[in-house]
Nanobody, 121 residues
Framework: QVQLVESGGGLVQPGGSLRLSCAAS????????WGWYRQGPGKERELVADISSSGITNYPDAVRGRFFISKDSAKNTVYLQMNSLKPEDTAVYYC???????????????WGQGTQVTVSS
């Protein structure tokens, strides 16, 4: 089985920065995409950033220019650098991975357990 373990959440003041990490463990032979999603209070889960195997990144307008996704393929780890944080960024942030466990397998999507990010003064 594939497991994703997130870290780096916490409480930060508006304008501050946080860096989230997500490490994948288990048998993985190829990764299609990594992603970060978030779910704020009373809101639906939404995409924050994703990155393809070739390194192409994608951001919604709400975070573009403030959040930056990167990956370390050797460590099967993805990062989310969050700058200029706003109270509306408060949410549980989830790591997402689309990958193959075996070469002749179909890709599956895996989720982390989530990490709380609170932006408040």
């Amino acid at each position: 089985q594939v497991q994703l373990v997130e870290s780096g959440g916490g409480l930060v003041q508006p304008g501050g920065s946080l860096r989230l990490s997500c490490a994948a463990s288990g048998n993985i032979v190829s990764i299609n995409t990594w992603g970060w999603y978030r779910q704020g209070p009373g809101k639906e889960r939404e995409l924050v950033a994703d990155i393809s195997s070739s390194g192409i990144t994608n951001y919604p307008d709400a975070v573009r220019g403030r959040f930056f996704i990167s990956k370390d393929s050797a460590k099967n780890t993805v990062y989310l650098q969050m700058n200029s944080l706003k109270p509306e960024d408060t949410a549980v942030y989830y790591c997402n991975l689309n990958a193959r466990r075996f070469y002749f397998d179909n890709p599956n999507t895996y989720w982390g357990q989530g990490t709380q990010v609170t932006v408040s003064s």
